[in-house]
């Protein structure tokens, strides 16, 4: 670094006294005829280099404190750019991570709601089974309820119809003399018992 700012030193001041001479040989040589063109031509380049070595020499500290700044400024931009990326690729792996177990615990709610609603099925069928047999159960017993009622009036109708039949059998059939006879049992038989 040390040797670098000697040897711009030195350049600057050659320079310095390169366009200091100059100007007088170019007056010098403007009697000469075609080597002023030449000179004059030297003289331009040299205090071009004069020019841009000054402006280089003071502008370098805040050119040089710019391009450092500007160089950490996109440094730290590239920093952030990268660590947002990798925030980015995290939210990104949390996310899938999220979307697969979604994916399988949707699968497990649809199973598990198949489940219940196979076992809700078979509940409901067996409750129904239940009700149908009970239904089929006081059906049955009211039609054996209703059986034996139909039974009991079947008997007690045929009753009086042989009743009715047989009395009416009698009246027709029985002569007068079969009813003094059977009165005459009667009457026997009352007689005996007393």
């Keep these: 670094m040390r040797f670098r700012t000697q040897r711009l030193r030195v350049t600057l001041l050659l320079g310095a006294i390169a366009c200091l001479a100059l100007p007088g040989l170019v007056f010098a040589a403007e009697g000469a005829g075609g080597k002023s063109e030449l000179w004059l031509g030297i003289g331009k380049l040299a205090n071009l ?21 500007r160089t950490q400024s996109i440094q730290d931009q590239l920093a952030e750019a990268q660590r947002a990326r990798q925030e980015a690729e995290a939210k990104l ?28 099925y078979e509940r409901l069928v067996a409750a129904a089974e239940r009700d149908a ?62």
């Design 49 to 69: 280099i004069l020019v841009v070595a000054v402006l280089v020499y003071v502008a370098r500290k805040p050119l040089a404190h710019f391009f450092a700044v």
């Design 93 to 120: 792996a949390e996310i899938e991570a999220s979307m697969s177990s979604l994916d399988r615990e949707l699968k497990e709610i649809r199973e598990a709601a198949e489940k219940e609603a196979h076992e809700e």
């Design 133 to 194: 047999e009970r239904i089929m159960d006081r059906a049955r017993r009211e039609i054996d309820g209703m059986t034996r009622a139909a039974q009991l009036e079947l008997k007690a109708h045929t009753a009086e119809l042989s009743i009715q039949l047989a009395k009416e059998k009698i009246q027709t059939e029985m002569t007068d003399e079969d009813r003094s006879r059977l009165f005459e049992r009667f009457v026997a038989k009352v007689g005996g018992r007393e």
